[in-house]
């Protein structure tokens, strides 16, 4: 292919371009310094990272959400509507507190053990463990909620 | 050319290329879907006739339903003399801030219902629901109907949701209201179910007391009476700031509030008229960071949709309309040819020099020196060239014992010098290029040489026929050299531009081979290079159609992936090499710019498109009308088989193959494209690449005689 391993006999006229002539006996695209193929290299590079970057917004935006505790309805002195059997113990349950507070000041007394390993109460993020896993059981846990004005309720942000 | 070191071929790109194409996939699916957003009124209801209704307790409790994890279903109605606004299908650049502004001025607070995918358009308005005490619920990311809905689509619904939510507002939110929901008393066992499956635990569920259906815009005062409740009594009222024209609904609003605040009522949220603490949560950073790229995400596939449809209107006009002037110009071209036979009967134009190179041609080259020296026109001299093959090609020849048949050995140089040797050896002053695999036609010289009774004419392309036309890869590539042949060729050599006289068999003046230096070797196309010369040294290059030359087409799918990334990656280096005469005047310029922009557009850009199309094809099969995308793939076939045809008929072909032309749409298609790429890649690198030769089998000449037969 290269003109220069061209041992025809091919004479003056066949081998001489007009114009550029040194240029011309020069495979076209190929670069013998290499610099070309480093900068496209580099470009690519780079269109890959932002491909993956986009990639990894997408996949991202798919998945997460941490749970937010579900709070028990509060009783608000009067009974619902309906009241279909086993969920009389919901309105019982404590009303957590915004995730954000670091004070539960409307918790009472532990409910028993499994309030020691209740982890909504301290850390800063939503907990995992919704209200419904504490034990319903535990009586004296209802808080009245009659007086409008619940000094315990964390201002709406 | 193969001792020289080559640095390995270039593959990367295929991993980025993948990438991309998931990228854009991904992107296309998510635009598809939020293209898919209804509001209440709109879209597919799906019917609730017969449909056995909610369990007692759902249908005879309040608005608002809390089910634990477990299951556990609690109900609850808002207290005496409250209110809880409701406004679903927002947020609305135009109505959202109306709503706002008439709820500011009343100071009431109310609960915004949003659309997920509309948070992301509109983040800001979310902002400001927030900012002005009021709260945010979720109502999916596209206003779908859970329960036509799979479990996996109801979780990605309320997922996205929580998640746009958290870019625009910085909060996640408990507080959930199926689209197309209305009363506790309306609501269906599957609905419920649907409702329970992902609110179990996670979500208050609010229905509503009373439903204006102001979204049918009934007027306003028939929403300020659908939205009053009962003297003393509080409620759920359900409005839209979103889905439409809701000036209805900002006037009905600013009349409720002005009434009912009059009779003492309160405007709450629903988690204050509850008594429950905000029924938002902050979101912690990484919530935050995953929300702004689902935000971005969004954007760019509705984007990046836009442009695809842009690019596919382009693609498809300028497929319909190269078809179309393809046809039309092959139409003329065969006439005027037609006319020139019938006046002018075969003619002797001098001696001939047949000019063959042939490297490790064993196979072959016996009966392309036949055919050639079997030809019937008077003075024939057939030069072999064998370019130092390994294969005994010259004793082959040799053996043959036939007159006028001369055989030059020279050390492998490449066909380019082969070929110049050749021509320096010939004493005739017209010259047949003629490539070693090739049999010829026994009028092919004859025919050939014709046009050179006009001086002007410098060169001509002949006829290039498929041998093997077993299987379905050697009926795709037959298709395409008679496509090729007599539309695209016919259309050029109207246009004066013909960009190549094919290297199986083309014919040249030896004036014009010395005017422009001989065969060039600058590129791997050399039958392009020299054409694209000969035409800007002035001379004209037109195409016989009747001077047919046989050539065997690579059997195997690497085979042809090595002879088209050739010609791609050659055809780009002519293109580079001559793209001055896109400037230049006369004959130049007519190759500039009619001939290399149709090289350009249809054989470098829009095969580089060709992926995004594909993808957009996949796209369209599961989110488009399926009526809408057979109808433009029916179309679009249909007109490529009526011009394939007309292509096969001019050539006198039958015309059974084309069964195979839809079927081009797999493998074929993508290996074209994937060819263009491989070719763009390498020409920017600057890599060098290896000559590669197909494995000849001789078949040429088997099929030929069978076809003949």
């Known amino acids: 292919m290269r003109p220069e391993a061209n041992g025809s006999p091919t004479g003056g006229a066949i081998r001489a371009e007009p114009r550029r002539h040194r240029r011309a006996l020069r495979p076209v695209f190929v670069d013998q310094s290499g610099r070309r193929r480093r900068l496209v290299v580099a470009a690519g590079a780079v269109v890959a990272v932002l491909v993956v970057g986009a990639l990894g917004m997408l996949i991202a935006g798919l998945f997460g959400a941490s749970p937010v505790p579900l709070p028990g309805l509060p009783d608000m002195g009067r009974p619902a509507p309906t009241q279909p059997g086993p969920e009389q113990a919901e309105p019982d349950q404590p009303r957590p507190t915004q995730p954000a507070s670091a004070v539960t000041p409307t918790r009472p007394a532990p409910t028993g053990p499994t309030a020691a390993t209740e982890p909504t109460a301290p850390t800063e993020s939503a907990g995992p463990v919704l209200p419904t896993q504490a034990n319903p059981t535990a009586p004296p846990r209802h808080v009245p909620t009659q007086t409008p004005a619940n000094p315990g309720r964390p201002t709406r942000p | 050319m193969a001792n020289h070191a080559h640095r390995p071929e270039p593959r990367a790109h295929w991993l980025l290329l993948g990438l991309g194409v998931l990228l854009l996939l991904g992107e296309l699916s998510l635009a598809g879907f939020v293209n898919q957003v209804g509001a209440e009124g709109s879209g597919p209801r799906a019917p609730v006739a017969a449909a056995a209704p909610a369990p007692e ?193 900002v006037a009905a609003l600013d009349r409720l509030l002005t009434e009912l605040s009059g009779r003492g009522y ?179 010289i004859g025919r050939l040489v014709q046009p050179f009774a006009d001086p002007s004419v410098g060169a001509v392309s002949g006829n290039t026929k498929v041998a093997n036309r077993r299987g379905l890869l050697g009926r795709w590539q037959h298709l395409e050299y008679v496509v090729g042949f007599n539309l695209d060729r016919r259309l050029f050599d109207l246009g004066e531009c013909m960009p190549t006289v094919p290297g199986a068999i083309g014919a040249f003046r030896r004036e014009v081979l010395y005017a422009v230096g001989g065969v060039p070797a600058t590129t791997l196309a050399e039958d392009t290079d020299l054409t694209m010369a000969t035409l800007r040294a002035g001379w004209r290059v037109v195409y016989e159609e009747t001077a047919i030359a046989w050539t065997e087409a690579p059997a195997t799918l690497r085979q042809l992936w090595r002879q088209r990334y050739r010609w791609c990656y050659g055809t780009m280096q002519a293109i580079w090499k001559h793209r001055a005469s896109l400037r230049e005047r006369g004959p130049a310029g007519k190759l500039g710019r009619r001939g290399l922009v149709y090289l350009i557009a249809f054989q470098i850009l829009l095969p580089l498109a060709a992926p995004a199309v594909d993808v957009f094809a996949l796209y369209g099969l599961v989110f488009l009308p399926l009526s809408q995308v057979a109808g433009v793939w029916l179309g679009y076939t249909a007109v490529q088989l009526l011009a394939a045809g007309y292509a096969l008929r001019l050539d006198r072909e039958r015309l059974t193959p084309l069964w195979t032309l839809p079927l081009q749409l797999v493998v074929y298609r993508q290996l074209m494209y994937l060819v263009t790429v491989q070719s763009t890649v390498a020409a920017l690198t600057g890599i060098r690449l290896r000559w590669q030769t197909i494995t000849r089998t001789g078949a040429a000449d088997r099929m030929l005689s069978e076809a003949r037969r």
């Open chain 2, 57 to 249: 307790a759902v249908l005879t409790g309040g608005p608002v339903l809390r089910l634990g994890a477990d299951g556990e279903l609690t109900t609850r109605s808002m207290p005496a003399d409250t209110i809880a606004l409701t406004f679903d299908d927002g947020p609305d650049p135009v109505w959202t801030p109306q709503v706002l502004d008439v709820l500011a001025r009343h100071q009431a607070r109310a609960t915004f219902f949003v659309v997920g995918s509309k948070v992301n358009e509109h983040p800001e308005l979310v902002r400001r629901i927030v900012a002005e005490g009021h709260e945010l619920g979720l109502h999916t990311f596209t206003h779908a109907e859970l329960v036509t809905l799979p479990q996996w689509r109801r979780e990605l619904e309320l997922t996205l949701s929580q998640n746009a939510l958290a870019g625009a507002a910085g909060v996640n939110t408990i507080l959930l209201r199926p689209p197309y929901s209305s009363r506790p008393s309306a609501m269906t066992a599957a609905e419920f179910q649907a409702v329970a499956s992902v609110a179990a635990g996670r979500y208050l569920t609010v229905l509503t007391d009373l439903d204006t259906r102001d979204w049918a815009n009934p007027g306003v005062d028939a929403i300020v009476a659908a939205g009053t409740p009962a003297p003393g009594q509080g409620a759920v009222v359900m409005l839209h700031d979103g889905g439409g024209d809701r000036s209805q609904t």
């Open chain 2, 266 to 444: 309160r405007f709450e949220t629903v988690s204050a008229a509850l008594d429950l603490a905000s029924a938002h949560a902050p979101v912690d950073r990484t919530a935050a960071w995953r929300s702004h790229g689902l935000r971005f995400a969004q954007n760019l596939g509705s984007w990046l949709s836009s442009a695809m449809e842009v690019v596919l209107v382009v693609a498809l006009v300028l497929g319909l309309l190269r078809l179309l002037v393809q046809v039309f110009a092959a139409r003329i071209h065969a006439r005027r040819a037609e006319r020139r036979r019938s006046r002018q009967p075969l003619r002797y134009l001098g001696p001939v020099t047949v000019v063959v190179p042939a490297y490790n041609e064993a196979a072959n080259i016996a009966a392309t020196v036949r055919s050639l020296v079997e030809n019937d026109y008077p003075s024939i001299e057939v030069i072999v060239v064998d370019d130092g093959s390994t294969d005994g090609t010259a004793d082959i020849v040799r053996s043959l014992g036939l007159p006028n048949v001369r055989v030059i050995r020279q050390a492998n140089a490449g066909k380019p010098a082969a070929l110049n040797t050749g021509i320096a050896q010939a004493t005739s002053d017209l010259i047949i290029l003629v490539d070693g695999d090739t049999v010829f036609d026994r009028q092919a």
